[in-house]
Each structure stands twice: as C-alpha cells, then as structure tokens.
C-alpha cells in the first residue's frame, strides 16, 4: 500500500474531484497527521523567543534559510536561525514511525523542491519526499491552475507576543538585510511590530541592547503557491 500526505497548500490548489480520482486511479491512500505539528511548532518559537535578544528568522522555509545564512557569513550579520525543523518535516517525521502506516511506503509531497530534498536527506524509513508537480507528473496527471493569492498566506506568528517582521520574496528579505546591515554598522537596531506583514522598522539609536525581534520568512513571495513544485 502507498500513503499519501498532501502538504496543506497542494491540497488547497488541488478540487476535491480531480483529489478523489486521483487517488483512486493511482491506488493511493491519502493520510494525515495526528498530532498538531502548526501548533506544536508555534509553541517552540514562542518559547525560543522567551529567551532571544536579537533578530530570530524563521526556519521553516529552507531557501529563506540559506539566503538569512549567506548573509550572515558574508556580510557579518548576527541573525540566529531557528533551530526548529518545519511543520512538513515534523509530519513526515510522525508518518514514518507510525505502526498503522510501517506496511507501505509514505510519500510526503511538498510546495517547492528544495524542501524534497531536505526532507529526503534525512532518509527516513520508507518515506520519500516528491514537490507536489513534480508527483502529479510521475502520475500523469495535470498540475490544476494556481491561485493568485495564498490558500496560507503569511502571517503564522501574529498571535506572539514579540515583534515579528513578515518578509516574503527574495527582494524584500534581501532588501532588508542591507537595512540591517547599515544598521548594524551605524549602531542602530531595527524595531518592528506584532502585526505580521507590517514593516514599518524605526532605528533606535539609543538601546543599548537588542529587543527580541523574529522574522517570518518565505521566499516566494507572498506564499508558497508561487514555490516551483506547486507551479
């Protein structure tokens, strides 16, 4: 037997029909995850940034991740990255060890492929990690026209306490760090918001030490409908 978890935002471009009869003409069993991984990952940062003294990013976009690191090794930047795998990767965790599930294979199918790949180095017993396109193709069968607005848009932290920054798209994450990088030269520091998509920053010159700050990172921008294993 084949199991199928379908990442919230395919199963969102995906209509119910065309979902049925796919699973049904490829002989899969769509599954889903007992535990509530959104949730239980939103606990993990508010609790990281209990303790944060400075500007968090957000981990659960691999892309983001590796562009907030280029910065931070090329430029000098002092953004700590989560250390908090993403909401897929828990799920995927969690199929893979499930004995009601240990008699078939599991196929996780993900919004863009870097993801895929992430999930796949991990080699998780019988598992495997395929972007939603790129699984539809294997198939046959046709990719549904994307929406132009998220099914899941930005805003995963706006219950926090702290202030979050929502950046999505390489532009405006990149556009961003060369603030942070002046900022950082002259001194300043970047406050923001608990409104996540508001980037309204002011420096402020006269705080000696750094205000917990999180940045919500995505580089496809406004969402991962724009990621390349969904279009």
């Known amino acids: 037997m084949t199991y199928l978890w379908i990442n919230p935002v395919s199963e969102r471009m995906v209509s119910e029909k065309n979902l049925k009869q796919i699973l049904t003409e490829h002989q899969l ?13 939103l606990k993990q940062y508010a609790k990281l940034m209990e303790h944060a003294d400075g500007i968090v990013a957000d981990a659960r976009c691999p892309e983001a991740v590796n562009l907030i690191e280029r910065y931070n090794e090329e430029q000098n930047l002092s953004i700590q990255v989560a250390d908090i795998e993403p909401i897929l990767i828990h799920c995927a965790r969690e199929l893979s ?32 990690f395929v972007s939603w396109k790129d699984f539809l193709s294997e198939l046959g069968e046709r990719l549904e026209p994307a929406p132009e607005s998220s099914p899941i848009p930005p805003g995963f932290f706006a219950g926090l306490s702290v202030p979050v920054f929502s950046l999505s798209g390489q532009e405006e994450i990149e556009e961003y760090l060369r603030d942070e990088i002046i900022q950082e030269t002259t001194g300043g520091v970047l406050t923001g918001t608990t409104e996540a998509g508001n980037r309204n920053g002011k420096k402020d010159t006269a705080r000696a030490e750094r205000s917990p700050l999180l940045l919500e990172l995505l580089y496809c921008r406004q969402g991962c409908h724009m990621g390349d294993g969904v279009r």
């Open 29 to 41: 069993t769509q599954v889903r995850c007992r535990e509530d991984w959104g949730g239980i990952v």
């Open 97 to 128: 060890e499930r004995t009601d599930l240990a008699g078939g294979e599991k196929i996780i199918t993900t919004p863009c492929r870097i993801l895929a790949e992430q999930g796949n180095a991990l080699e998780l017993p019988r598992t495997r």
